[in-house]
Structure formats: C-alpha cells, structure tokens
C-alpha cells in the first residue's frame, strides 16, 4: 500500500484519507520513507521533521475516526520553503544568517493550511534568502533536479519542485517574487501557481520584497494547485495589504469547458530567442487548445524592456533596505552572488525607487488594455530554455552564467511587476528528458479562469503523470 | 549614458552607508547599475504630478474581470 500512496495525487489522497480509507499516518510514513531515501540524492529538505509530521497525522486520524470533517487537504503531507514562518521552529530561509532563527508567528498561508487539515513536514530548500532563479545554495548545499540530478531544479523554490516532481509530498508552497515558484516548477516538471498579488497573505512570510512577494503552490496537478489555492487565499487582517475581494471557487472551476475562451499568443518578447524543443512544445499546446475549442489570437503585448528593468530597481531597494544591516556587520555570511544583487539595492536614489513604484499602475493599466482586451488568458513560455546544468550557473561560471541566469527568469519577471496572477503547466521534455511548461497568464484577481484553462490542458495530456526515474519503485 | 563606475559605487558605500564595499563587488555591481539607471531616466518621463504608488492596487481591484465571470 505504501507504493500505492505516491501514486495518489493532492486532490485524490485528500478524499481517500477524508472517507477513512486510507490513513493519514501511513501516508505521512510512507512520504517521510521516500523523503529519507531521496535526501542523498535530491538535498531537498533543509529540515525534515518526521516525529511532529506522524503526531499530527495520528490527530487527523482520531478526529476523522471520530466522524469530524478535517478539511479538504486531510490528511496529506506537505512540506514548504523554508520561508514561511511557525512559531517556535526554526526557519532558515536558506540562509546562515538567519539558521537558528526561530519565529514566534506562525503565517497565515501555514495556519489555513493547517486548518484544513495538511500535514506539514519540514522546511524545503531554497536559494539562499530567496534571491535567485537556479535553485542553488552555497549554505546547504545544491538541491536537484529529480529528472537529472546534474541539473538545477529552479528557484527560488527549489525544494518545493523537487520534492513535488519526486513525487515525495503532494504540494508545496513556494514564493514568488519575479518567478521563484514557476521556474522551479518549469525545472522540475510540475504545476506552479503565483496569484495576483495581495491575493494570499504574506503575514509570516520572510520578506525580500514587499511589493511583489507572493506566495502559492507547486503541485503535480492544477486541480491539486486550486484546492489549496481556495485554502490560503482571502484577506487576512494580520495583512492589511491582502485584498478583501472573494475568492472564487478555484477548484470548482477545473472542469469548466474551455469552449470559446479566447488564449492571447503574444507575438513579441515571450516567443522571442526560444530552445526549439520549447518552441515546439508550445506549439504542440496550441493544438491542444485550439482542438478544445478556445480561440487562439496573435496579441501585441507592450515592452518588456523597460518593465524588466523598473522592477529590478524597485526589488532591490526594499531587499536592500531590509538587509542592509547585515550586509554592513556580516558581509561574508553571504553567498557572493546574492549578496551582490542585495547590495545592487543600496545605490538606488529613493525618487528611482518612487518612479518605478508609482509607474505600476500604468503599465499595468496599458498592458490590460493592449492584452486583455481582445483575448482572456495569454499563453507563453515559462522559460524559453529548460534546466541548465548546475556547473553552468555556479558562480564561478563567468559572464555566461549572468546571461543565462536572466534568460531562465525573463518571461516571469515583467509578470511579477505588473501583480498579474501566474499558472505555469508542464507540456513536454526535451531530448535529454527534461521538462518544458507553459505559462498562462490572467487578468488581476482571475485565478479561477486560470485553473479552467490548465487544468482543461491537464485533462487532454499525460505529461503530468510522468514520473522520475528517480522516484519510481 | 549612465557615469556609475565601479569607485563611485564604492564611495557610495563608503559615505553613505558607512561599510567597506567587499573588494570584488564593486565594478560587477556598476555594470548592474548602469543600465537600471538609463532604464529609469528614460521611464520618468512617463510620470505625472499627481501620480503614487497605491494607484497600482486601485487598478487592480478596477481590472479585475466581473465576479459572474470568475
């Protein structure tokens, strides 16, 4: 039974565990066996806490065996980047810095998810204080990427990938400040959610960017995705930043027709300088809508240059300003490339920081215009290269290594500038047997449209249900 | 054309900041700044007097599709 249980996706665990059928201490057990035995491989736990994971499981079972209702994720075990904060465990956020950190707030995402009943296994690797598209870590060292541990699994929620694609927990949460939950999830093969921003609250999540941070799941379905979607989003009043708008039912929306629903193909910047195998998955993701019955139109999008650029600006002032004290007194407790693209932040002029701030509303307000109003999800590339080999992006790499690293994050970054929310779907591999994903992208707060179209593309092909060769029995 | 150098970075750090920039990090850092600093003259010239940063959760909230939609 136990090999059976990592067969099980979020949304199918849950139920099973819900109905009394399985329980959720063997499945805790069984995700604590595959976590133990692919640590040598993947290093995709900074923390693994199996003692507390199985004494919450064995309380999940004695409610559900005494007739509760546990929530919609009983029972199932999940673990998330060491980032998002629980009262008196440690939290590293992949840094030495902060490694014996321990919070005295619990977030809010970690608490609904509790509440719902999930299982929480530890903290997850990551790029040392999130900064960082590869997914590497000069302090605990690399994770990897379960189709080929010789490639890097993204960032900078590198763990949350992993552990996802190998098929060790059933969902993760990761953060996303200009792509670290859909690149990883691009790297990793595996579904990667960003909501619009203010969607889900940020209370307990360690900042590096307080305008754009977001956090979401990584999943291997996007049904799996919506339901704990429904479970952290919605206003919180310890974020008074969260939006107080409803939340839709994302995971009633997965089975919707897509019939008629109008996919925007953006005929700049996102298709521009693709791998061929990207460009040939794309196209192949086309067809498959296209077979639905959505209607598939070329969209002109605005630039992206500029839009790249203002968001670097205003990412690196506030990381900056949160970090300067420590880039003052403890320099070398840094990795040097993060600790250089912090610094970046210190020789920002406050207007430049204001200017890109203030001029947020009219991109965004141009690029609806220009996009949403004449298609109602745009389709694009998640990256337009698959996962790089981790000795091409270490720092001792040279200049190549800076040209690659902002190729892998240059289709998500403008997205996190402009708050829109983010799906990115696995639609292919490439010759070597490494993931490709697709990126779809909505109106502010249209998450649930989001989840209609992928999951609509999930219902239509397998490349979600592909296994590591790493993770079968 | 932006004039960050890898010593005015440096000075920056020193006045300013009041730390000793790590040897190796200030020429890599102006040639990130260099181009960041074009960038945002060029895009100022976009701003109005009586533009501010939360007209971006405002457009938002605005753009956001109807809620018999969702």
């Excluded at chain 1, 298609?375 to 694009?380: A, H």
Aim: overall charge negative; glycine content about 8%.
């Amino acid at each position: 039974m136990s090999d059976q249980l990592a067969t099980f996706d979020l949304c199918g665990l849950a139920d099973k565990i819900g109905a009394g059928e399985v329980s959720a201490e063997d499945a805790t057990a069984a995700t604590i066996a595959r976590a133990e035995k692919l640590q040598p491989t993947l290093n995709a736990f900074i923390r693994l806490e199996a003692d507390t994971a199985l004494a919450a499981a064995r309380r999940i079972d004695q409610r559900i065996a005494q007739g509760e209702d546990v929530g919609p994720l009983a029972g199932v075990p999940l673990a998330h980047k060491d980032m998002f904060y629980r009262a008196g465990m440690p939290t590293s956020c992949g840094s030495k810095i902060r490694a014996d950190f321990v919070p005295d707030t619990t977030s809010t995402a970690l608490a609904r998810l509790a509440n719902a009943g999930a299982i929480d296994l530890g903290g997850l690797n990551m790029s040392e204080f999130a900064v960082g598209p590869i997914g590497n870590n000069v302090h605990y060292g690399d994770c990897h990427n379960p189709w080929n541990p010789e490639h890097a699994p993204g960032g900078s929620s590198s763990g949350s990938g992993a552990t996802v694609a190998a098929r060790i927990v059933y969902g993760a949460l990761g953060s996303d400040t200009g792509g670290s939950i859909r690149i990883p999830s691009a790297m990793s093969g595996v579904v990667g959610f960003k909501p619009t921003q203010n969607r889900v609250s940020r209370y307990g999540l360690m900042p590096l960017s307080f305008s754009f941070d977001t956090s979401g799941p990584l999943t291997r379905t996007v049904r799996d995705a919506a339901r704990i979607l429904d479970v952290i989003a919605g206003h919180d009043p310890k974020d008074p930043t969260s939006s107080r708008r409803p939340v839709p039912g994302n995971e009633a929306a997965c089975g919707k027709a897509v019939k008629g629903v109008r996919i925007g193909v953006p005929t700049s910047y996102f298709y521009d300088d693709l791998d061929t195998e990207v460009a040939a998955a794309l196209d192949a993701a086309q067809r498959v809508f296209a077979e639905q019955g959505a209607e598939l139109l070329p969209v002109e999008v605005p630039s992206h240059d500029e839009i790249n650029l203002i968001w670097a600006v205003a990412l690196a002032a506030e990381a900056a300003t949160i970090h300067r004290k420590w880039l003052r007194e403890r320099p070398d407790d840094y990795g040097p490339m993060v600790r250089r693209r912090i610094e970046f932040g210190l020789y920002q002029p406050a207007t430049r920081y204001l200017e890109a701030q203030t001029l947020r509303e009219k991109y965004l307000r141009e690029y609806c215009a220009a996009a949403f109003a004449v298609c109602d999800v745009l389709l694009t590339p998640t990256m337009p290269v698959t996962a790089p080999r981790l000795d091409e992006v270490d720092v001792s790499a040279g200049k190549g290594m800076t040209e690659l690293v902002m190729k892998v994050s240059r289709n998500t970054r403008p997205i996190s500038y402009l708050g829109l929310p983010a799906l990115s779907v696995p639609c292919g591999f490439n010759k070597a047997g490494l993931p490709i994903a697709l990126q779809l992208i909505g109106r502010p707060f249209a998450e649930a449209q989001l989840c209609t179209v992928g999951h609509a593309y999930q219902q239509a092909t397998d490349w979600h249900t592909r296994v590591p060769a790493l993770a079968q029995n | 054309m932006s004039d960050i150098t890898g010593g005015f970075v440096a000075m920056m750090a020193r006045v300013w900041h009041r730390f000793a920039l790590p040897a190796d990090d200030a020429e890599p850092l102006a040639g990130m700044l260099a181009p960041m600093d074009d960038a945002g003259e060029l895009v100022a010239e976009a701003l109005r007097f009586d533009m501010e940063p939360s007209d971006f959760d405002r457009a938002l909230e605005e753009l956001a599709p109807p809620a018999d939609e969702t």
